[in-house]
């Protein structure tokens, strides 16, 4: 055995300690680079429209479908991952149709903030232990993270083409470390998905036109978290209460029975924010939002499309007790926050009261969007 290779392997057994120190849950080790597949793959998805008007992921389609595109210095990636694993079930506010429900990722603070801080720290030890060049991504860049971590052998990319793994289930963030220092790759890992369908069939929009494939247009996370404009109408009673992305075909998973619960104090779920009331979050204002979701992911989207998907639960919520609430949101200044009042109100409220504010309402109406969800 070469004395390069046994620095390299040495090299490796220190990272990955440093690492586990740090707070991170695994480590995997991948080299710079991805086979053709992943551009392929890449490719057929933008070409087919997946990505509803998500227009970044076409605009940086090169630097995203090779890591050397990215940095062509780089040739190992060390791939991180941490668990935000909860306690109990998931899904069970569901059941709860006057409440709002929110992923459990975002129930709690930014993991951009926490993971990237340790990803700095980590970069910082390597650079200064190896004299090599590190540069740090969380999935805010342009890094086709998940076949780098199934590379790195962290896991495999579901049926649902999220990453899983034996160890943690479907709940964990990735981050990862380029670096110019050369470093063995792990073993990839491989897919333990058998015959188990599940995370397709409980898909409330049917987002799935194949198994490892999703149509993000139709994608509730998608529509609540990253599309800008009205949920389309077909969609909208299939939404259910999930205000803030969805974690169905992610709970369901059996994999999910080695997961643990997250050791961090910054992942663990904030109370209010577990299962909000609609009738206290139809009253949000900027003010409250922004105080409300400080230091949470939820507060980048913005109050009109917050309240737009707290809307569309009020409207599915089947409870008159919140039409004083949404009648008052008809003349929101925001027509996105109006169109969706509309829809909520036709949900609720009597024909005859209806038909009695839709004359009043349109008399007035300068947006198109909004007069037409009142002529629907």
């Known amino acids: 055995m070469s004395a390069d290779h046994n620095m390299h392997r040495q090299a490796k057994a220190e990272i990955r300690d440093q690492a586990l120190e740090l707070g991170f849950d695994a480590v995997g080790f991948a080299a710079a680079e991805l086979g053709p597949e992943a551009r392929q793959r890449l490719a057929h998805y933008l070409a087919q429209g997946r990505h509803g008007d998500m227009g ?19 040739r190992s990636v060390v791939v991180l991952a941490t668990n935000y694993g909860m306690a109990g079930d998931p899904l069970a506010g569901l059941d709860h149709r006057e409440r709002g429900n929110i992923s459990i990722y975002a129930r709690n603070r930014d993991y951009h903030r926490t993971i990237k801080k340790r990803l700095k720290a980590l970069a910082s030890w390597m650079h200064q232990r190896y004299r090599e060049e590190v540069k740090v991504f969380v999935d805010t860049a342009p890094v086709m993270e998940k076949p780098l971590a199934q590379a790195a052998g962290l896991g495999w ?17 990735l981050g990862e470390v380029f670096t110019t220092l050369e470093l063995e790759a792990d073993a990839a890992e491989t897919s333990h998905c058998g015959s188990c369908t599940a995370c397709l069939e409980v898909c409330p929009t049917q ?26 109408r077909e969609l909208r009673s299939l939404m259910g209460n999930r205000i803030y992305g969805c974690d169905d075909c992610l709970a369901v998973c059996p994999w999910n029975k080695f997961a643990a619960i997250a050791k961090e104090p910054d992942f663990l779920p904030r109370i209010e924010l577990t299962a909000p009331r609609l009738a206290d979050l139809l009253e949000l204002d900027d003010q409250s939002f922004r105080a409300l979701f400080t230091a949470s992911p939820i507060k980048r989207i913005g109050v009109a499309r917050f309240l737009r998907n707290v809307l569309i639960a009020a409207g599915n919520s089947g409870d008159p007790a919140l039409l004083p609430q949404v009648k008052e ?5 925001h027509p996105l926050v109006r169109g969706a009042a509309v829809w909520a109100f036709h949900r609720l409220a009597e024909r005859s009261e209806v038909e009695r504010e839709r004359s009043r309402h349109l008399r ?3 947006d198109p969007s909004v007069a037409e969800e009142w002529l629907s």
């Open 364 to 366: 007035q109406e300068k």
């Open 207 to 232: 987002a799935f036109p194949a198994p490892y494939q999703v149509d993000a247009s139709r994608c509730i996370s998608y529509l609540t978290i990253e599309h800008k404009g009205p949920i389309p």
């Open 56 to 74: 970044w992921m076409a605009d940086t389609f090169e630097r995203r479908s090779h890591p050397r595109a990215l940095w062509p210095e780089a």
């Open 329 to 333: 949101r008809l003349t929101d200044p």
């Open 157 to 173: 990319q579901g049926k649902h083409s999220n990453l899983l793994s034996r160890r943690h289930g479907n709940w964990f963030f």
